[in-house]
């Protein structure tokens, strides 16, 4: 802030809840500057001066202590202090100068691997250098603290402790912020590093800014090892510990400050105090002080006092408090505290964490369980418990050693069933007679384990999760997967993992989850696990892991590792030297990287070669060169030769000094340009990569180019094998064979980059050949180039009639061959059989004569390892034409395991059932096919539960065999063959028999605008179960779009409110990637104790459009005409309505800049689709084009060749002129703005609370903060620049006085004096940025043009009626062609009256005139809006009067009453929670829900008129502070005020609907005299003649009764007529005691016969509109024209159906009538008001008409 404004510069100022606080200079630093400008836009810091901006007046000065490194994305990022903080001095504010957002350019750091002494003498010039160098503190418990290390070349790495004393600690912590150092540890006092060593041999003078720029070795120069780690302790360190002779989490609370342990003072210590220290510490959630602690002895510091923590602290230090003190308190108030946690269970002392002796920590104290009764069953839930399988044994007598501490259980008498140890039936915490050399232990299985392998270090991997041990499937099994499991055995790092093993049993069960571990994690039970469609995992066969101590990669130079030298790998054979035969730049930049040398200069063959070493290993590796491991890359081992003596693969890498190569012009100009300079780059690093694609295999298919981020293809033009030959030497795949044309690999996507290709087959890289420019062409994709190269291979099985048996054959050198079957052993066969689909095994048939002809026989000698993936990776003898004799030709046959579909629903959860078995998929006959069938193979394919059981071929039929018939599952099986059935093949069916299913589906979104948005809700056969929103991401939001059919994810809420308190909610975390084809298929993690932590559920809202492109001459670019991609395909986007806040959002969303212009139709193609007519009404702050508002209602077609298009600045983002946002004055803009038309202007606009983007407040967006316009002088030339800015139309009103609520935030102009031409409403002349003498009670806003709303029309109903939309300023009708059950859906939903409707075609023509707006509305299924529906253009008469629309949803209801029957004011009120009817909390109705009361003001007034209300007599109490209990839902009244005398609670005064600063603490309430008085029937009695009748009833007595009653009867009738007579004169005097005598209310407005006309002219009954806020200044009547409000806003105003009539404010409506009822002789009259709002008070009166 800098004179009351914001800006680039000033005092730097925080919001918080409290309203915005200036922060104090202590401390205040450059680092902590450069992060408040970066987040302000505003460039970086130039200065940080104290106190420059000081404004006097304000509140105190936040003390808060900001730590921030600088690199932080915001200021609350960085680590906060509070605790001891002293105030800050008067003026002491802290101040920063940002460069501004012209981003200036700031002196670079110095990264070059130099002497750090030698940039000291620069330092004063490079004070703000924008430096990549950190510092921080680790492993010492706080940020001031620990071992010091540095953050150089992307690398954390430590200092070695040679010289290290106090002056080179002081550095560290002044550098920090962490005051003076008070110790400098050496010899790795806080821990040994890991990393490089930066510095050794510091000689600090003190004085530095920075550890540095003090004397040293050098970056990297040192002769220690990670045992002489430095650290250092600053005085701002601070510790936490409780101070206890025999307990870990109760004792005398003290605090380390400045080098020495002092106690902490108890006042106030309050609960959320207590809450972060108990945390802190790690003792639980909660904490108390314990008062009855005797003082304690001895003499200490009592560091300080008052601490009060806050709910958004995250630790002690952090907490506001009074200032350290060495006396902050007397000994008396020393605190002593007591936390408490839940209880956890571990198993210790046995070297591992699936066995041990049992312990559970409970009140802070791990204790043991005793061993009397344990067994089995009680050692079994403990091992299922911790995820570690079943147990093997339960053992007595500390078999695992004595434990200590409490015995916590004893006498166990578990069923093996319970989830935790402590829900067993036990004797009782704590109490037992055991000791501890009894305690119980346990053996358990593990979760995992290998077996079969040699050791318990390798073989199959099975799991257990505690019925018995399963194979886990090969399926998407990962190396990182193998590297957990490894780990968790004790069996160091995985060597290879192999697939395709073979079950033991052809019916074996897998285990029903994928594994995909990330490889850091502790156990493979918390790794991602991906549920299998149906419990049924697809593979071929299982997985089986070979762990080895090492797994390690070198170069080796004269006997040393170094960054240059042999290649050698690390096996489980020892390190192996590696082929130089096919090793290239490509995986020798692999090696480079992996080892952090760098990049690859050269790889000189042999150079390095050392005699004596093994054999010289023949695998070879093809890398594309951005693998991170070189056994990342794919390896072929099959048919290769020895290597040849001495011919060793070697690399020479570039050091981690990282030396700049010349980078690769990746500009786009001719390729051909580059060749010419290509020996001086031919190590450049080229951010272009080449790839095959769709060819089977890397060495086959069509080619691709990466560039500009872009996958792209080559056109065929001139394509020959002297081009295809660079392509496949490029790809070390040797020569080319074949070079293809016509997409014969298949057509690709994306651009084409190159074209007329001319090589002389020489080149390195395929794009130095001469062709034309990048992207010039005059191809289409179906001429896309391809290649086949020599080492291209391909597998086969030759047979006339089966797929999966017959001669095997190898495709090499460009020809079929067969391959020999010696010695096939059966991993050959499985891998074989896997790799074509065929199954997990194989056999040999020799029994097959050999076959006729003549053929290569290729290979010989194939002896696949268990590390193999394929084929290709098993050794075997060399190429040779004929390997072997004919009759050696191998003929396999495979085997597989059988797979559920479903096919020809449109859905993967809906259409026909098929079985994929014996290598054919065939169907299921429909005879005794039901829901419980068809459940089971819902179940089985994850697709929830069964809706429908369909048979006689309702989806079409099918072909192949009839698997299964006759099907009695019981809805339980987990795969639907194993239900009851007459066995494989055996029925009596045809094919128009065949059984069909619909499925729920996994997933659906709920409650939203449609299927295509809502709440996220799963469903695994069990019910629909809502989604945690806890580490819900945007891939897994694409997923269920997708999946559901509704294009993209536009966006998703979290936090989401369940429906009830106790809802529960799945209990896995999905972990999408965003390319799995459905949720179910994504990783998931299980919640610990299946209970996920969340505080509530996720919305999702999907878009159908998923792509956007600028296309020009048929390829993509960064300027062209706009396309979208929707479900439909491509679509061009008119240019009606297409600005540049829509260009810009194209072009940053396609990474191009910014937008320059917008020609209309300058690239259009003839032949296209129709125009899309969808019109998008972006701010230009969305990151995506389908972020932004879209309409689509009443749009016309688009004019042909109108098509939206857009220059952007390109990916080099040019550098546009900036926008000038200092607080200048907005008037001189204008004069400048023809040379800044299309500047990138940070500033944005947009209208709000008006229920559309088109109506509302006018707020703009300005140095971050969005801010009002004051109404000072606002007229419709002001609203038309505004209308016309945003795309909306033409203004049609010009609101002041607050009419759409008070903004909040900045008043950014005053003044305004368009002239209705400007651009932007910014460019009129105002009085200057932030220049105003107004309050937010002026706020200006707009009603333009395009503004839309809704409503029904009914007397009686709300949720049915005649649908009218409010469009060019008047109600209008619908016309109901053709309204189909989606379009119905929409409307109903968009009133909030249920989710479907349906027309009424019966109801009457209704009379008068008016305009049917809009017809042929048809709504998609993704539209969110009835505004995005396509229809026929708006037309005065769009249909005839008898094809208007009358509605009907399902949720119709009467209007305003709280049940189905027309109601009166006593139905409206209700008491519950009391011990009668006329006793309990009181709850009114509003707005179709009930509500609370507050009781601020609450009395026996005004329960006194509730009571009568209710018919309950007089009221005895008028309790609060929710007496009865508190009620849910709104607190619709607070602040009412009766007299006692008013006819019922609408009549009183009270604070505005639903504006309360009550919680349901506060619930008010009221205790009447009697019991609820209602009209009872006269019950008769047959038996009265013959009851004998008192005395009392003689003649005389009835005599006496007739005429004392008859007396009684004239004095009621006196008594009623001068009770009239007064209540006539009484009402009169009732509205003006309203007036006069209201607290909150301030009206002035008298009724006068002039304004008669106006008050009886009833608004039609009951329209449902959804309508316009408004609020004025001053007390009088404005007729105007109707104005709407749409959907979900406040309603504020009622208009008449015609357009006459008055507004009647209703922000602060008090629930006030006017009644005069028949019994008075008055006639109903309604009287409106405009009322002016007063601080402190309410708005205005509701009279309404009774």
């Known amino acids: 802030m800098k004179n009351g404004s914001s800006q680039c510069e000033g005092q730097v100022e925080m919001k918080t809840s409290g309203g915005w606080r200036t922060l104090c200079a202590s401390h205040w630093n450059m680092a902590n500057a450069n992060v408040v400008c970066r987040q302000l836009g505003c460039g970086v810091a130039i200065s940080t001066p104290k106190g420059a901006y000081f404004v006097e007046g304000g509140d105190e000065i936040w003390r808060d202590r900001f730590h921030c490194s600088g690199s932080e994305s915001f200021l609350w990022n960085c680590p906060v202090t509070a605790l001891g903080v002293p105030a800050c001095a008067h003026g002491n504010t802290a101040s920063v100068v940002c460069s501004g957002n012209q981003t200036q350019l700031l002196p670079q750091c110095k990264d070059s691997w130099s002497d750090p002494e030698d940039s000291a003498a620069s330092e004063g010039h490079t004070t703000n250098c924008l430096d990549s160098r950190h510092l921080r503190l680790v492993d010492g418990g706080s940020r001031c603290a620990g071992r010091v290390e540095i953050l150089l070349q992307g690398s954390w790495g430590s200092i070695c402790d040679d010289s290290w004393d106090l002056s080179d600690a002081h550095v560290v912590c002044r550098q920090l912020g962490c005051g003076v150092a008070l110790e400098a540890t050496i010899s790795a006092h806080f821990g040994e590093g890991s990393g490089p060593i930066w510095l050794d041999n510091l000689n600090c003078t003190g004085e530095e800014a920075y550890v540095w720029q003090c004397p040293s070795q050098g970056w990297g120069q040192h002769n220690c090892s990670h045992k002489e780690d430095v650290g250092v302790i600053c005085s701002e360190f601070l510790a936490l510990r409780l101070v206890s002779h ?14 020495t342990w002092g106690s902490v003072c108890h006042s ?41 923590c806050r709910e958004t602290d995250t630790s002690l230090w952090q907490c506001p408090s009074d200032p350290w003190k060495h006396q902050s308190c007397s000994p008396k108030e020393e605190a002593h505290i007591t936390c408490t946690e839940s209880p956890q269970l571990r198993l210790v002392d046995s070297g591992s964490r699936c066995a041990g002796r049992v312990e559970i920590l409970h009140q802070h104290s791990w204790g043991t369980v005793c061993g009397d009764s344990w067994d089995l069953n009680d050692a079994h839930v403990v091992c299922r418990q911790l995820g570690c399988g079943v147990a093997f044994n339960a053992l007595l007598y500390a078999e695992f050693g004595d434990g200590s501490g409490p015995i916590w259980l004893t006498r166990l008498a578990c069923t093996g069933e319970e989830d935790y140890l402590w829900n067993c039936p036990p004797l009782g915490l704590g109490k037992n007679n055991c000791e501890h050399y009894n305690d119980a232990g346990v053996i358990c299985s593990g979760f995992v384990h290998l077996v079969g392998g040699h050791g318990p270090c390798s073989g199959r991997v099975e799991v257990n999760s505690g019925e018995g041990w399963i194979p886990v499937s090969d399926g998407n099994f990962t190396l990182a997967t193998a590297q957990v499991i490894c780990a968790e055995l004790g069996c160091g790092k995985a060597a290879s993992v192999l697939g395709n093993l073979p079950f033991r049993e052809d019916s074996e069960q897998v285990w029903a989850e994928e594994f995909q571990c990330e490889g850091q994690e502790p156990g493979l039970w918390f790794c991602p696990r991906v549920p299998c469609p149906a419990g049924n995992c697809s593979h071929r066969g299982a997985v089986q892991v070979f762990c080895s101590g090492y797994t390690d990669i070198r170069l080796m130079k004269n006997g040393s590792s170094q960054c240059e030298g042999q290649v050698e790998m690390k096996t489980s054979g020892g390190w192996r030297t590696l082929c130089a035969s096919h090793w290239n730049m490509a995986n020798a930049n692999v090696v480079c990287r992996q080892l952090g040398c760098g990049v690859a200069i050269s790889t000189p063959k042999g150079a390095y070669f050392v005699e004596g070493g093994d054999e010289i290993w023949r695998d070879r590796f093809h890398c594309s060169g951005s693998e991170s491991f070189l056994w990342n890359c794919p390896v072929t081992a099959l048919g290769v030769p020895a290597c040849a003596h001495g011919n060793t693969a070697s690399v020479v890498c570039s050091g981690i000094q990282t030396q700049l190569l010349p980078q690769c012009n990746d500009s786009w100009s001719d390729p051909a340009v580059s ?13 272009r990569q080449l790839r095959l694609v769709d060819g089977g295999s890397h060495c086959a298919g069509r080619v691709e180019i990466l560039q500009q981020g872009s996958w792209g293809s080559i056109c065929d033009d001139s394509w020959d094998l002297s081009d295809a030959h660079v392509v496949c030497r490029q790809l070390g795949c040797g020569v080319a064979l074949e070079a293809t ?8 996507s994306g651009p084409i980059w190159l074209d007329d290709v001319n090589c002389t087959g020489e080149e390195a890289h395929v794009w130095q050949c001469s062709s034309q420019h990048w992207g010039q062409h005059n191809c289409s994709h179906k001429k896309d180039a391809g290649v086949i190269c020599s080492e291209f291979l391909a597998l086969r099985l030759v047979s006339k009639d ?12 460009n020809t079929w061959g067969s391959v020999c079957h010696s010695p096939m052993e059966a991993v050959t066969l499985s891998m074989i059989c896997r790799q074509l689909g065929c199954g997990d095994t194989g056999t040999l048939d020799f029994l097959i004569p050999p076959r006729e002809g003549s053929r290569p026989h290729w290979v010989d000698g194939i002896h696949c390892r268990e590390i193999d993936t394929s084929l290709w990776q098993c050794p075997s003898d060399p190429w040779k034409y004929q390997s072997c004799s004919a009759k050696e030709e191998a003929h396999i046959t495979c085997t597989e395991s059988p797979q559920l579909r479903l096919v020809d629903g449109g859905s993967r959860c809906a259409g026909r059932v098929e079985i994929l078995h014996q290598h054919s998929w065939g169907t299921v006959c429909d005879d005794s096919w039901d829901l419980k069938d068809a459940h089971v193979a819902c179940r089985q394919l994850g697709c929830g539960v069964a ?12 072909s192949g065999p009839i698997w299964l018939d006759e099907l009695k599952c019981t809805g339980e099986e987990d795969q639907v063959w194993k239900c009851p059935a007459q066995g494989w093949g055996q029925h009596n069916c045809a094919h128009d028999e065949e059984a069909g299913v619909i499925c729920s589906g996994f997933v659906r979104l709920d409650g939203g605008g449609g299927p295509c948005s809502g709440r996220v809700e799963v469903n695994y056969g069990g019910g629909w179960t809502p989604v945690p929103y806890r580490n819900f991401t945007l891939p897994t939001a694409q997923v269920i779009c997708a999946e559901l059919g509704c294009g993209k994810a536009a966006s998703f809420l979290l936090d989401l409110p369940l429906r009830e308190a106790s809802e529960q909610v799945w209990a896995e975390e999905f972990q999408c990637k965003g390319w799995e084809p459905e949720l179910w298929f994504c990783p998931r993690v299980p919640c610990r104790a299946g209970s996920c932590p969340h505080r509530g559920a996720v919305q999702v809202v999907c878009s159908e459009y998923t792509e956007v492109r600028l296309m020009k001459n048929g390829s993509s670019w960064c300027e062209g005409q706009v396309e979208m991609k929707t479900s439909g395909g491509w679509r061009t986007l008119c240019a009606s309505h297409w600005n540049m ?11 191009c800049g910014v937008a320059i212009s917008t020609p209309k139709g300058a690239y259009f193609v003839e032949g296209g689709d129709e125009i899309w007519r969808d019109r998008f009404h972006c701010s230009g702050s969305e990151s995506f084009l389908w972020n932004c508002p879209v309409s689509a209602l009443g749009v016309p077609a688009c004019a042909h060749g109108n098509t939206a298009s857009v220059v952007c600045s390109g990916n080099q983002t040019k550098l546009l002129p900036q926008c000038n946002d200092s607080l200048s004055n907005t008037a001189g803009s204008a004069a400048s703005e023809g040379h800044t038309a299309n500047f990138s202007d940070s500033r944005q606009l947009h209208l709000v609370d008006g229920g559309s983007h088109c109506a509302g407040r006018v707020e703009i967006l300005q140095q971050g903060s969005w801010g009002s316009i004051c109404d000072d002088s606002w007229d419709l030339s002001d609203a038309h620049v505004v209308c016309r800015q945003l795309g909306c139309g033409v203004a049609l009103e010009a609101t002041i006085s607050a009419h759409f609520g008070e903004g909040s935030g900045p008043i950014w102009l005053d003044e305004l004096n368009c002239t209705g031409e400007e651009a932007h409403v910014w460019q009129c002349p105002s009085q200057g940025w932030g220049q105003h003498n107004c309050r937010h009670k002026e706020d200006a806003g707009v009603i333009c043009s395009e503004f839309l709303a809704l409503r029904l029309v009914s007397k009686d109903q709300e949720c049915a009626g005649w649908l009218e939309v409010f469009y060019n300023n008047t109600w209008g009708s619908v016309c109901h062609s053709p309204m189909e059950a989606v379009t119905l859906s929409m409307i109903c939903r968009q009133l909030g009256c249920g989710n479907s409707g349906t027309l009424n075609t019966s109801v009457p023509l209704r009379e008068g005139s008016r305009p049917r707006w809009v017809d042929g509305i048809q709504c998609r299924k993704t539209d969110t809006s009835l505004w995005q529906c396509p229809s026929d253009p708006w037309k005065q008469r769009s249909c005839s009067a008898k094809e208007e629309a009358y509605i009907m949803c399902s949720g119709n209801r009467p209007k305003s009453c709280p049940s189905t029957a027309p109601c009166t004011d006593k139905e409206k009120l209700r008491l519950r929670g009391g011990d009668s009817e006329c006793s309990g909390r009181l709850e009114v109705w509003h707005e179709g829900a009930w509500g609370t009361v ?11 008129v509730v009571c009568q209300q209710l018919g309950c007599g007089s009221a005895l109490e008028a309790p609060g502070e929710a007496a009865f209990g508190p009620g849910n839902g709104s607190i619709w009244l607070d602040e009412v005020q009766c007299r006692g005398r008013e006819p019922s609670l609408w009549a009183c005064a009270a604070a505005p609907w639903g504006q309360s600063d009550c919680k349901h603490e506060e619930d008010a309430g009221v205790r009447c005299s009697g019991e609820r008085t209602t009209t009872r029937p006269t019950r008769r009695s047959t038996s009265s003649a013959s009851a004998p009748v008192p005395g009392i009833f003689s003649l005389p007595g009835i005599l006496c009764m007739i005429l004392g009653a008859l007396l009684f009867l004239v004095l009621i009738i006196l008594v009623t007529q001068l009770l009239r007579w007064r209540a006539q004169r009484q009402a009169l005097s009732t509205f003006e005691d309203a007036v006069d005598e209201v607290l909150y209310q301030e009206i002035d407005y008298p009724i006068n016969p002039e304004k008669e006309s106006l008050l009886n002219s009833p608004e039609p009954g009951g329209q449902h509109a959804v309508a316009t806020s408004s609020g004025y200044d001053d007390a009088e009547e404005i007729p105007v024209p109707e104005i709407p409000s749409s959907f979900g806003i406040r309603e504020k105003n009622f208009f008449s159906e015609e357009g006459g009539g008055a507004r009647c404010s209703q922000t602060g409506i008090s629930p006030q009538s006017l009644k005069e009822a028949d019994n008075y002789n008055m006639e109903e009259t309604a009287s409106l008001f405009i009322l002016r709002k007063e601080d402190p008070g309410y708005d205005d009166v509701e009279p309404n008409t009774l």
């Open 802 to 813: 089966q797929e999966c048996a017959g001669w095997l054959e190898v495709f090499y050198n």
């Open 268 to 308: 106030p210590m309050e609960p959320m105090t207590l809450s972060v220290i108990c945390r802190q510490l790690g003792c639980g959630d909660t904490g108390t002080l314990d008062f009855l602690i005797p003082s304690r002895e001895g003499s200490r510091p009592r560091w300080v006092d008052k601490i009060r």
């Open 246 to 259: 025999n307990r870990e989490c109760a004792g005398w609370l003290e605090v380390f400050y400045n080098n």
């Open 675 to 687: 060749a010419a300079s290509e020996g001086h780059t031919a190590n450049c690093s080229d951010s």
């Open 947 to 958: 809706i429908d059981a369909m048979g006689y071929a309702q989806f079409g039929e099918g």
């Open 741 to 748: 044309i016509s997409a014969h690999f298949g057509e690709g």
């Open 1141 to 1151: 806040a829509n260009a810009n959002v194209v072009c940053r969303q396609l990474g």
């Open 1494 to 1504: 507050c009781d601020d003001s609450w009395s026996l007034a005004e329960a006194e």
